[in-house]
């Protein structure tokens, strides 16, 4: 039997690679072999899966990763933005699906609610870590500026690679501290 994080997992899949309208149940039940009762068994129809793919997606994008800095909890906040960075840039998966949902949330009030959710914790932690840098700026704008720079990458062609933009986000950090050893 297909596990309810496969069939989201597989949702990821559609979503990243053609958009919102290819997340069908006849597109999943294809893609994984199974049948519409194994759907059903997870999901109480289209809504219910549409709540649980965001759930989903900002449990593992955005909780998960907050969560996994947090675990070195005495950390300087310079090392704790670092561990982020490495961690958003080491999954290469989520540029196409992070596109594909800030899409879908024009279109669907609930997706919509979920992205600003999503947006609203990504920066909130961003803030609170560079409060806590020796920089002389705005450290709710330097924030901001961090994160804005992730999501414009997502979206030029073609696609920044993550290397460069480990060494936007270097050079950024550095400008921003003055510090020469961030690496």
């Known amino acids: ?6 069939w989201l997992e597989a949702g990821f899949e559609l979503l990243a690679d053609e958009g919102a309208p290819a997340v069908t149940i006849e597109r ?5 072999g199974v049948t519409k009762g ?8 289209a809504a219910g899966y ?8 900002e449990a593992r994008y955005t909780t998960r990763m ?7 909890p005495d950390a300087e906040p310079a090392a704790k933005l670092l561990h982020l960075l490495q961690l958003v840039l080491s999954d290469l ?23 600003e959710r999503v947006d609203r914790a990504r920066t909130a932690y961003l803030k609170e870590l560079c409060r806590g840098l020796k920089a002389d700026v705005d450290a709710d704008r330097f924030a901001e500026l961090l994160y804005l720079i ?4 997502e979206q030029v062609l073609p696609p920044i690679a993550r290397d460069d933009l480990r060494d936007i986000y270097l ?13």
């Open 1 to 6: 039997m297909v596990t309810r994080t496969e």
């Open 28 to 32: 999943l039940t294809g893609k994984l």
């Open 38 to 45: 194994s759907y059903y068994h997870h999901f109480k129809g």
């Open 50 to 57: 549409r709540t649980a793919l965001l759930e989903y997606f």
């Open 66 to 72: 907050i969560d996994t800095v947090e675990r070195e």
């Open 93 to 115: 998966s989520t540029a196409g699906l992070e596109i594909a949902i800030r899409a879908w949330a024009l279109q669907d009030p609930e997706v919509r609610a979920a992205q």
């Open 150 to 153: 992730l999501i414009g990458a």
């Open 171 to 183: 050079l950024t950090l550095r400008l921003a501290t003055g510090e020469t050893s961030l690496d």
